[in-house]
Nanobody, 123 residues
Framework: QVQLVESGGGLVQAGDSLRLSCTASGRTSSSYAVGWFRQAPGKEREFVAAISAGGPSRNYANSVKGRFTISRDNAKNTVFLQMNNLKPEDTAVYYC????????????????WGQGTQVTVSS
């Protein structure tokens, strides 16, 4: 079992930055790929970003490309999502998830999930 805990969310203004963290505990492994997803009220959960187990490969949703950066520190069992130039449409609950082997954009492919952290961007 792997437990994931997100942190770093909050209320910010448009144009501000936030850094989310996803810290793993339990049967952690550097072999896990990690994805960030978000869900706004009344909308389906959507892919935001993902990073491979080793860290060199990353993928981003078009809506965040150039503004968000995903990274990981395997020594600390933590994955980060640096979010710059935030927009009101980024408002959502952000979840991290992990799976063995390669990353994917599909939420259903991830086995372990965190409880989420709220990000609210005011205009």
């Amino acid at each position: 079992q792997v437990q994931l805990v997100e942190s770093g969310g909050g209320l910010v203004q448009a144009g501000d930055s936030l850094r989310l963290s996803c810290t793993a505990s339990g049967r952690t492994s550097s072999s896990y790929a990690v994805g960030w997803f978000r869900q706004a009220p009344g909308k389906e959960r959507e892919f935001v970003a993902a990073i491979s187990a080793g860290g060199p490969s990353r993928n981003y949703a078009n809506s965040v490309k150039g503004r968000f950066t995903i990274s990981r520190d395997n020594a600390k069992n933590t994955v980060f999502l640096q979010m710059n130039n935030l927009k009101p449409e980024d408002t959502a609950v952000y979840y991290c998830a992990c799976r063995l082997n390669g990353y994917t954009n599909y939420a259903s492919a991830y086995k372990y999930w965190g409880q989420g952290t709220q990000v609210t961007v005011s205009s």
